[in-house]
T-cell receptor
Framework: GDSVTQMEGPVTLSEEAFLTINCTYT??????LFWYVQYPGEGLQLLLK?????DKGSNKGFEATYRKETTSFHLEKGSVQVSDSAVYFC??????????????FGKGTKLSVKP | NAGVTQTPKFQVLKTGQSMTLQCAQD?????MYWYRQDPGMGLRLIYY???????DKGEVPNGYNVSRLNKREFSLRLESAAPSQTSVYFC???????????FGSGTRLTVV
């Protein structure tokens, strides 16, 4: 079945460092891809999404490009801030079998940014 | 605009007790979902409702039941709680065609 694999954390960076969190997927069809962020004690929030190959999703300085040839959707940010400390989840939509788009999540990557 | 509202936020149960977790959304979304989040396991789908009047099992449905009461509300029931059900439970909803979920803030459940 469809699945998402993302790099294990925790990831610890200094403020203003470059961030990459790797995400690869396995899917039989053409899923949409997502990054969600979870701040401590809160629910998940949609960070960005891409619905077809070569699309780039972006939000709050974060970017990810849907790469069909490498089945990847890596999250990047050029200069992280302490406020970016959170858990990041990669996800894909499961549209097989007539479903309306159930999301399949990776296990999450915890990011800690030090001042 | 409240989004997705979950109640309660915290709950402690004794083994064997029952309870219902409530979820309501005010965005006129079609689909609703219940996930559990455990350390190192990510989010696992318990049940979902693609539309009002339908419910389906997800990855980990055992020990749970759900009710899609109307378009707004989707409840999760634990009939006989077990320590293995200690987790954080999230409700989410989605508008068809958007493929993005809106999550509630979660219910932290401890079964002792």
């Amino acid at each position: 079945g469809d699945s998402v694999t993302q790099m294990e954390g925790p990831v610890t960076l200094s403020e203003e460092a470059f961030l990459t969190i790797n995400c690869t997927y396995t899917a039989t069809g053409y899923p949409s891809l997502f990054w969600y962020v979870q701040y401590p004690g809160e629910g998940l929030q949609l960070l960005l999404k891409a619905t077809k190959a070569d699309d780039k999703g972006s939000n709050k300085g974060f970017e990810a490009t849907y790469r069909k040839e490498t089945t990847s959707f890596h999250l990047e940010k050029g200069s992280v801030q302490v406020s970016d400390s959170a858990v990041y989840f990669c996800a894909l939509s499961d549209r097989a079998g007539g479903s309306q788009g159930n999301l399949i999540f990776g296990k999450g990557t915890k990011l800690s940014v030090k001042p | 605009n409240a989004g997705v509202t979950q109640t309660p936020k915290f709950q402690v149960l004794k083994t064997g007790q029952s309870m219902t977790l409530q979820c309501a959304q005010d965005m006129n979304h079609n689909s609703m979902y219940w996930y559990r989040q455990d350390p190192g396991m990510g989010l696992r789908l318990i049940y979902y409702s693609a539309s009002e009047g339908t419910t389906d099992k997800g990855e980990v449905p055992n020990g749970y039941n759900v009710s899609r009461l109307n378009k707004r509300e989707f409840s999760l029931r634990l009939e006989s709680a077990a320590p293995s059900q200690t987790s954080v439970y999230f409700c989410a909803s989605m508008l068809w065609g958007d493929y993005g979920y809106t999550f509630g803030s979660g219910t932290r459940l401890t079964v002792v």
